[in-house]
């Protein structure tokens, strides 16, 4: 069943560091997404992506974040400085498109990155 | 304005029984999924059910099913016959037409199923 990649699976930094979290979607999906989990707390939306451009993005979502699709298959996401409260879980997810009304534009989330910063 | 609301913070069910996890969500769009999404302690987000706001039936997938109450505008997610591998967080999720680039999770449920 095709899955959705991403490397590393845990990263430790110190802060003030930039990180790139790496992620292979599904080929034939067109939307990609970035959302953190900070440890025993809800999943924050961070990003979508499509066409090469950024569809969505919260206000989480600052000017220290970025996303990047620099080839065919990977989809990156950039944290620079990066300061004690980024530590948290980043998913990466993908779905064919991203109507509301189809059970095929469910996302489906990689394993997870988790980064520590210290 | 929360967007979807999970009032369980926990909840335990016995082996072999049949839970409900409850969920309420809030729009104005008359176009919307709703999603769970299963969350193991190995930390992995496992898509479970899925349920369109013109949908007439209510989802059902093996042993999960969505009893979708659209007046009310309530997605309760029911596993029947509980097993111990049920045992996770339960997240409910929500993606409206006008926003359809972002899906919005509700803080989550943690199941228990005891032996």
């Known amino acids: 069943e095709p899955e959705v990649t991403q490397t590393p699976s845990h990263q430790v930094t110190q802060m003030g560091q930039e990180v790139i979290l790496r992620c292979v979607p599904i080929s034939n999906h067109l939307y990609f997404y970035w959302y953190r989990q900070i440890l025993g707390q809800k999943v924050e939306f961070l990003v979508s992506f499509y066409n090469n451009e950024i569809s969505e993005k919260s206000e989480i979502f600052d000017d220290q974040f970025s996303v990047e699709r620099p080839d065919g298959s990977n989809f990156t996401l950039k944290i620079r400085s990066t300061k004690l409260e980024d530590s948290a879980m980043y998913f990466c997810?993908?779905?064919?498109?991203?109507?509301?009304?189809?059970?095929?534009?469910?996302?489906?989330f990689g394993a997870g990155s988790r980064l520590t910063v210290l | 304005a929360q967007k979807i609301t999970q009032t369980q913070p926990g909840m335990f069910v016995q082996e072999k029984e049949a839970v409900t996890l409850d969920c309420t969500y809030d729009?104005?769009?008359?176009?919307?999924?709703l999603f769970w999404y299963k969350q193991p302690s190995s930390g992995e987000m496992i898509f479970l059910i899925y349920q369109g706001s013109y949908d007439q039936q209510n989802a059902t997938e093996g042993r999960y099913s969505l009893n979708f109450q659209k007046a009310r505008k309530s997605a309760n997610l029911v596993i029947s016959a509980s097993q111990l591998g049920d045992s996770a967080m339960y997240f409910c999720?929500?993606?409206?037409?006008?926003?359809?680039?972002?899906?919005?999770f509700g803080d989550g449920t943690t199941l228990t199923v005891k032996p």
């Open positions: 997810a993908s779905s064919p498109d991203k109507g509301t009304n189809s059970g095929a534009n469910v996302l489906t």
């Open positions: 729009t104005s769009d008359p176009s919307y999924g």
């Open positions: 999720a929500m993606r409206e037409m006008a926003n359809a680039g972002k899906s919005t």
